[in-house]
Antibody, heavy 119, light 111 residues
Framework: EVQLVESGGGLVQPGGSLRLSCAASGFTFSSYEMNWVRQAPGKGLEWVSY????????YYADSVKGRFTISRDNAKNSLYLQMNSLRAEDTAVYYCARVGFYSSSFDYWGQGTLVTVSS | DIQMTQSPSSLSASVGDRVTITCQASQDISNYLNWYQQKPGKAPKLLIY???NLETGVPSRFSGSGSGTDFTFTISSLQPEDIATYYC?????????????FGQGTKLEIK
């Protein structure tokens, strides 16, 4: 069974840092592209960042570029999001999501981890 | 960057009704369009991929169509468990910066 489990969320002050993790199981993690998607309270889905299966190709949304860093450790079946210089508008539930092998869709999602940026 | 315009933003319908949601891309995206369902407090769930393909295990009352810039998502006969927010998502297969964009969402309620 495919499972994605996020962790690392919590309360952080503006300007602070946080590192999110996504533990993958039930599939060959190293073969799949991965993404982070976030959802602010009461708002819609916002794509945050993409990483290719090898980690060689990375993209970021304009809203996080220069502040967030996506990475992966295929040996540990884990995806990460290092978030620096956090702002109030980064408050959201953060989901990791797998890209389907034969399509462009996000076929599996984690349960999400809440990041709250507040003083 | 490709922009997605999803409508309506909210929709009220009765059980058994046919429900249609549309999504328009700012440029040709071929069939790189996916649809998701999100229930309150839950992660999104993939329903339709590549515009018209039903994800495994998803009821056949859900369907999608379209290509290029105009896409449609349909529930043929609304069921109480379909109450959720629905999102379209595009994929830019020649991305310069942004490979994915979500629509604004459609909140579906029972009348």
């Amino acid at each position: 069974e495919v499972q994605l489990v996020e962790s690392g969320g919590g309360l952080v002050q503006p300007g602070g840092s946080l590192r999110l993790s996504c533990a993958a199981s039930g599939f060959t993690f190293s073969s799949y592209e991965m993404n982070w998607v976030r959802q602010a309270p009461g708002k819609g889905l916002e794509w945050v960042s993409y990483i290719s299966s090898s980690g060689s190709t990375i993209y970021y949304a304009d809203s996080v570029k220069g502040r967030f860093t996506i990475s992966r450790d295929n040996a540990k079946n884990s995806l990460y999001l290092q978030m620096n210089s956090l702002r109030a508008e980064d408050t959201a539930v953060y989901y990791c999501a797998r890209v389907g092998f034969y399509s462009s869709s996000f076929d599996y999602w984690g349960q999400g981890t809440l990041v709250t940026v507040s003083s | 960057d490709i922009q997605m315009t999803q409508s309506p933003s909210s929709l009220s319908a009765s059980v058994g009704d046919r429900v249609t949601i549309t999504c328009q891309a700012s440029q040709d995206i071929s069939n790189y369009l996916n649809w998701y369902q999100q229930k309150p407090g839950k992660a999104p769930k993939l329903l339709i991929y590549d515009a018209s393909n039903l994800e495994t295990g998803v009821p056949s009352r859900f369907s999608g169509s379209g290509s290029g810039t105009d896409f449609t998502f349909t529930i043929s006969s609304l069921q109480p468990e379909d109450i959720a927010t629905y999102y379209c998502q595009q994929y830019d297969n020649l991305p310069t910066i942004i490979p994915y964009t979500f629509g604004q969402g459609t909140k579906l309620e029972i009348k």
